[in-house]
């Protein structure tokens, strides 16, 4: 055996000869096959996919013969081989690796076609733990992984929708080195979303063992928690309680998803602004914003339904402090609209049972009316015990909230999506170079304004800066108006290139920008309604890239 170089600067198509195949969903998978047989591809697979792609007339190598080496441990091992992943990770625009391939006797693959276990669906059917942890895949994002690094020379495909692409780039010339950077982008992400779910689902597992113990034990021995994230996805971060001191941090949940970075920040303005007042109040909060605060000397209920009032459009998805028990009256209230945190000193009778209704809302219960300024002690002054990592002030940005301390690792573009080559165009035509240099210093630009925040750029410089918004349309109105009245009266935003700092949860924010006469935008992406935000873009022929990659700045 020989191995060349197919790929040359690797700027080349990349004829497809070798495929490795292993899914867990089979959807397509019998037609992938015999287009990829029928173009003249070798397939190695595993298991119950070897068996499939046989049973459909088409011949198939199983890896265990690659490998010389049995599938074990109840399926646990039977990828993980140098044969496999040297296959994989060879780049083959190195002479280097290509003599390793040919004294090793490894025959590289060119395509790589793995989906993982179902494990967000395990979990949802109500497994058991051990059932859980048996659904966590472990060779197969170690395959998409190698083969999304190694893009250069390797194609990956985790989508069965992208099936019909796969068969015809077979049957062609192949991919060439964008298609495989698209590729190798949607694999990093799906590989992503992977872990999180597992580290959300193993995080909840331990919350609710901890929840078992005792609330003196749980002071005691959990005094630092590890949270999902920070203000983005690609910042790590944790709080650190200050045992017996009360407030936001020391909040008791009584319903809902744990609580986020984001999360106890708003949590922690609405606590705030909520206890201000000496009267009956509730604060709405968005962005660390308020978006209404209203109080009343009849009831908490009618507090609650003259802050909603303020601004109900922004309240959707807004968190809600109040300094009173909230009663049922103000639940059914609340139960109307879509609310992520709601948190007071008491609740009435039935108020929770109301609110519980709404499956993912987090209710939290305050025992410590103290703000932060009472609380910006140090541990040691509180309890006498514990001292908080002040020596990670270096490394970590902070935050104090009431009883305790947020800490979260800087956002300095350290996330794949920073960079403009991992982009995905989702609509319109792709940009030419001076187009795509706006867009990116857009994009490093609106990391240092406020959430919510939209930028407008032209040669590099801003024209139009919306920041701190409640709701984006408000952000992307400002920077529009921004643009076009501070510049001697010349309609800047018209022919402007613009970015979002976090995706468009509906079409009407890109289209405030689209009606201006923006021409290309970039934004993270990722939410429920992309559709639609895509759709607006295409109708108005305007290039739209996703980075995969926000970045919050409350």
């Given at each position: 055996?020989?191995?060349?170089n197919?790929?040359?600067?690797?700027?080349?198509?990349?004829?497809i000869?070798?495929?490795?195949?292993s899914?867990?969903d089979?959807t397509?998978?019998?037609?992938?096959?015999?287009?990829?047989?029928?173009?003249?591809v070798?397939?190695?697979?595993t298991?119950?996919?070897?068996?499939?792609?046989?049973?459909a007339?088409?011949?198939?190598?199983?890896?265990e013969?690659v490998?010389?080496?049995?599938?074990?441990?109840?399926?646990?091992?039977?990828?993980?081989h140098?044969?496999?992943h040297?296959?994989?990770?060879a780049d083959?625009?190195?002479?280097?690796?290509?003599?390793?391939?040919?004294e090793?006797?490894i025959?590289?693959f060119?395509?790589?076609?793995?989906?993982?276990?179902?494990?967000?669906?395990?979990?949802?059917?109500?497994?058991?733990?051990?059932?859980?942890?048996?659904?966590?895949?472990?060779?197969?994002?170690?395959?998409?992984?190698?083969?999304?690094?190694?893009?250069?020379?390797?194609?990956?495909?985790?989508?069965?929708a992208?099936?019909?692409?796969?068969?015809?780039?077979?049957a062609?010339?192949?991919?060439?080195?964008e298609?495989?950077?698209?590729?190798?982008?949607?694999?990093?992400?799906?590989?992503?979303?992977?872990?999180?779910?597992?580290?959300?689902w193993?995080?909840?597992?331990?919350v609710?063992?901890?929840?078992?113990?005792?609330e003196s034990?749980?002071?005691?021995?959990?005094?630092t928690?590890?949270?999902?994230?920070?203000?983005?996805?690609?910042?790590a971060a944790?709080?650190?309680?200050?045992?017996g001191?009360?407030?936001v941090?020391?909040a008791k949940q009584?319903?809902?998803?744990?609580?986020?970075?984001?999360?106890?920040?708003?949590?922690?303005?609405?606590?705030r602004?909520?206890?201000?007042?000496?009267?009956?109040?509730?604060?709405?909060?968005?962005?660390a914003?308020?978006?209404?605060?209203?109080?009343?000397?009849?009831s908490i209920?009618?507090?609650?339904?003259?802050?909603?009032?303020?601004?109900?459009?922004?309240?959707?998805?807004?968190?809600?402090?109040t300094?009173?028990?909230?009663?049922?009256?103000?639940?059914?209230?609340?139960?109307?609209?879509?609310?992520?945190?709601i948190?007071?000193?008491?609740?009435?009778?039935?108020?929770?049972?109301?609110?519980?209704?709404k499956?993912?809302?987090r209710?939290l219960?305050?025992?410590?009316?103290?703000l932060?300024?009472?609380?910006?002690?140090?541990?040691?002054?509180?309890?006498?015990?514990?001292?908080?990592?002040?020596?990670?002030a270096?490394?970590?940005?902070?935050?104090?909230?009431s009883g305790?301390?947020?800490?979260?690792?800087?956002?300095?573009?350290?996330?794949?999506?920073?960079?403009a080559?991992?982009?995905?165009?989702?609509a319109?035509?792709?940009?030419?170079?001076?187009?795509?240099a706006?867009?990116?210093?857009?994009w490093?630009?609106?990391?240092?304004?406020?959430?919510?925040?939209?930028?407008?750029?032209?040669?590099s410089a801003t024209?139009g800066v919306?920041?701190?918004?409640?709701?984006?349309?408000?952000?992307?109105?400002?920077a529009?108006e921004?643009?076009?009245?501070?510049?001697?009266?010349?309609?800047?935003?018209?022919?402007?290139?613009?970015a979002?700092?976090?995706?468009?949860?509906?079409a009407?924010?890109?289209?405030v920008l689209?009606d201006?006469?923006?021409?290309?935008v970039?934004?993270?992406?990722?939410?429920?309604?992309d559709?639609?935000?895509?759709?607006?873009?295409?109708?108005?022929?305007v290039?739209?890239?996703?980075?995969?990659?926000?970045?919050?700045f409350?």
């Amino acid at each position: 055996m020989t191995v060349e170089n197919t790929q040359g600067s690797g700027t080349q198509q990349t004829k497809i000869t070798r495929a490795l195949i292993s899914v867990y969903d089979k959807t397509g998978l019998e037609d992938l096959a015999r287009g990829l047989a029928k173009a003249g591809v070798e397939i190695v697979s595993t298991g119950s996919t070897a068996k499939v792609i046989a049973d459909a007339g088409v011949e198939v190598t199983p890896v265990e013969n690659v490998t010389e080496f049995p599938e074990c441990f109840d399926g646990r091992v039977k990828t993980l081989h140098p044969r496999v992943h040297g296959g994989i990770l060879a780049d083959r625009t190195k002479q280097k690796h290509r003599d390793q391939l040919n004294e090793l006797g490894i025959a590289p693959f060119d395509l790589v076609v793995v989906n993982l276990y179902p494990f967000e669906e395990t979990v949802a059917s109500g497994a058991n733990v051990q059932e859980c942890i048996e659904k966590i895949d472990i060779g197969g994002p170690a395959m998409v992984r190698a083969a999304a690094k190694n893009h250069d020379s390797v194609a990956v495909v985790v989508d069965p929708a992208n099936y019909d692409v796969v068969q015809r780039a077979a049957a062609g010339a192949g991919f060439s080195l964008e298609e495989r950077r698209q590729l190798a982008l949607e694999a990093f992400t799906h590989t992503s979303k992977y872990d999180l779910a597992v580290s959300s689902w193993m995080l909840a597992e331990l919350v609710a063992e901890a929840e078992e113990k005792s609330e003196s034990e749980l002071a005691q021995d959990v005094p630092t928690t590890q949270l999902r994230y920070g203000e983005n996805p690609h910042q790590a971060a944790y709080l650190e309680r200050i045992p017996g001191a009360g407030g936001v941090a020391n909040a008791k949940q009584l319903h809902g998803k744990e609580m986020s970075f984001n999360n106890y920040q708003d949590a922690e303005a609405a606590w705030r602004a909520a206890h201000d007042h000496q009267r009956a109040c509730v604060a709405i909060i968005k962005h660390a914003n308020p978006c209404g605060i209203a109080v009343s000397d009849e009831s908490i209920a009618q507090a609650h339904s003259r802050a909603h009032a303020c601004d109900p459009v922004s309240a959707f998805g807004g968190v809600i402090a109040t300094n009173r028990p909230v009663s049922v009256e103000m639940a059914h209230q609340v139960a109307e609209v879509f609310t992520e945190v709601i948190l007071a000193p008491g609740y009435e009778d039935g108020a929770v049972e109301v609110l519980q209704r709404k499956k993912n809302i987090r209710i939290l219960q305050v025992e410590d009316a103290s703000l932060v300024d009472d609380s910006q002690q140090t541990a040691s002054d509180a309890s006498g015990e514990q001292q908080l990592s002040a020596d990670n002030a270096g490394s970590w940005d902070s935050k104090v909230i009431s009883g305790g301390v947020l800490f979260q690792e800087p956002d300095r573009y350290q996330a794949d999506g920073d960079q403009a080559e991992n982009w995905k165009l989702v609509a319109g035509a792709a940009v030419d170079d001076e187009v795509l240099a706006d867009l990116e210093f857009a994009w490093r630009a609106v990391r240092s304004v406020k959430s919510n925040a939209i930028v407008l750029s032209r040669e590099s410089a801003t024209v139009g800066v919306g920041m701190g918004q409640v709701n984006r349309v408000d952000s992307a109105r400002l920077a529009v108006e921004r643009a076009n009245t501070l510049g001697d009266d010349e309609q800047r935003a018209n022919g402007s290139v613009a970015a979002s700092d976090a995706f468009f949860p509906f079409a009407d924010g890109l289209e405030v920008l689209l009606d201006a006469g923006v021409k290309a935008v970039v934004s993270p992406g990722g939410s429920i309604r992309d559709e639609e935000v895509i759709a607006a873009a295409e109708k108005a022929g305007v290039a739209l890239y996703f980075t995969g990659t926000r970045h919050f700045f409350h």
